[in-house]
C-alpha cells in the first residue's frame, strides 16, 4: 500500500511539473520540482527494474532499463540541437557519459562493496570487459578526429562524413554484439516462485514504460527552466551540459544502480550501469548524429582535446577497475574522484 501511494505522489508530481511549465513564470519553483520529479520517476523505475529482475537474467533486465533510463538524454540532445545549442547537446550526451561510467558507477562499487563479504563486490566479468572495449571502440573515433581536426588534415575538412561512417559502424557492432550477451545469462535469474514485494511483471513492465516516458517529458521541462536558473549564476553552458545535465539526466542509473548494489545484487547493478555506458558510446551518440543530420545544426565526433583525453583515461579506468570482476570501496571512491577533478576542470571552462 505504501509503495502505491508512493508511485501515485511521483507521477502526481510529474503533472504538477508539467503543468507549472505551461502556466507560470515562477522558473527557479518549477526546476525544483523537475528534478523532485526525476527523483520520484527514477525510484519507480528501480522498483520496475527490479521486479523484472526476478523474472529475467541481468542481462535483459539490464538492457531494458538502460534502453528506458537513456530517454532522457535523447530527447535533451534533440531539444538542444532544435535551438541551436551544439555545445550544450554534445557536452550532454559526455556528461552522461562520465555521470555513469565514474559518479555512479564509483558510488554503486562503494555501496555494493559495503554489503559484500569481505568488503568486495564481486560481479561476472564479461559485461565490464565487453562495454569496455564498445567504449574505447567510440572513444577511437573521437580521437582521431579530434587529432585531425587539431592538426588541421585534409581529413578535418569532412569531419560529418567520417562521423556518419563511424556512426554506422558503431550502431552494426553494437547491433551485432546485443543478441550474444542477452542470451549469454538465459535461465540465470529463473522465477523462484517467491516474488513477495516485487510488482507483478505486467504492472512492472507498465511501470517501466510509463516512467521512461515521463523521463523524458520532465527532462525537456527541467532543461527549459535550467537555463534561467544558470544565467543568474553565471555557470558556463559547457558546466551545465557536462554536469549538471548529466547528473540529472541519469537519475535512474543514480537510483537503479547505487539501490540495487546496496542490497548485494551486484550483477544487476552493473548491468544497468555498464549498459547505460555502452549504449551512450556505441548507440544515443552515433543514433543522435544521424538524427542531427535533420536539423540546420549537425553533430559530430569531433570533442574538446581535454573531453577527449578524459574519454580516454575513463574508458581505461573503468576496464581496469571492473575488467576482473571484483571491486573494492576504494576503487569506487577512485572514480567518483576522477568526476570530481572533471567537474571541476569544467567549471573554470
Known amino acids: 500500500m505504501k509503495r502505491n501511494i508512493l508511485i501515485a505522489a511521483a507521477f502526481a508530481l510529474t503533472a504538477i511539473s508539467g503543468v507549472l511549465r505551461y502556466t507560470t513564470t515562477q522558473h527557479v519553483t518549477t526546476f525544483i520540482l523537475c528534478a523532485l520529479a526525476l527523483a520520484g520517476l527514477a525510484w519507480i523505475i528501480a522498483v520496475g527494474t527490479e521486479s523484472v529482475g526476478a523474472r529475467f537474467g541481468p542481462a535483459v533486465t539490464g538492457v531494458l532499463q538502460s534502453t528506458l533510463g537513456n530517454l532522457p538524454e535523447l530527447f535533451v540532445v534533440l531539444f538542444a540541437l532544435s535551438a541551436g545549442e551544439t555545445v550544450v547537446a554534445q557536452t550532454s550526451i559526455l556528461g552522461s557519459l562520465f555521470a555513469n561510467a565514474l559518479l555512479v558507477l564509483g558510488l554503486s562499487i562503494v555501496a555494493g562493496a559495503r554489503a559484500a563479504e569481505g568488503g568486495i563486490m564481486r560481479f561476472g566479468s564479461r559485461l565490464p570487459n565487453d ?90 521541462w527541467f532543461i527549459a527552466e535550467l537555463d534561467p536558473a544558470v544565467t543568474k549564476l553565471g555557470i558556463s553552458k559547457a558546466f551545465t551540459g557536462l554536469v549538471i545535465v548529466g547528473i540529472a539526466g541519469n537519475a535512474v542509473e543514480n537510483t537503479v544502480g547505487i539501490t540495487l548494489a546496496a542490497k548485494g545484487k551486484s550483477d544487476l547493478a552493473l548491468s544497468v550501469i555498464k549498459n547505460s555506458v555502452s549504449q551512450i558510446a556505441v548507440m544515443l551518440y552515433p543514433t543522435l548524429v544521424l538524427l542531427s543530420l535533420f536539423f540546420s545544426h549537425r553533430l559530430t565526433f569531433v570533442v574538446n582535446p581535454v573531453l577527449t583525453g578524459a574519454l580516454a583515461l575513463t574508458a581505461l579506468a573503468v576496464w581496469g577497475i571492473t575488467g576482473d570482476g571484483k571491486a573494492a570501496a576504494f576503487e569506487g571512491w577512485a572514480l567518483v574522484g576522477f568526476y570530481v577533478i572533471l567537474a571541476a576542470l569544467t567549471w573554470y571552462e
Open 131 to 220: 562495454t569496455a572495449v564498445l567504449t574505447l571502440l567510440a572513444v577511437f573515433t573521437i580521437v582521431i578526429l579530434g587529432v585531425s581536426d587539431r592538426v588541421g588534415d585534409r581529413a578535418s575538412h569532412h569531419a560529418l562524413a567520417i562521423s556518419i561512417v563511424g556512426a554506422l559502424v558503431l550502431l552494426a557492432i553494437y547491433a551485432s554484439w546485443l543478441p550474444g550477451y542477452l542470451r549469454s545469462d538465459a535461465g540465470a535469474l529463473a522465477p523462484s516462485g517467491d516474488e513477495s514485494g516485487h510488482v507483478p511483471f505486467a504492472a512492472a513492465l507498465a511501470l517501466l514504460a510509463a516512467a521512461g516516458v515521463g523521463a523524458a517529458l520532465v527532462s525537456d
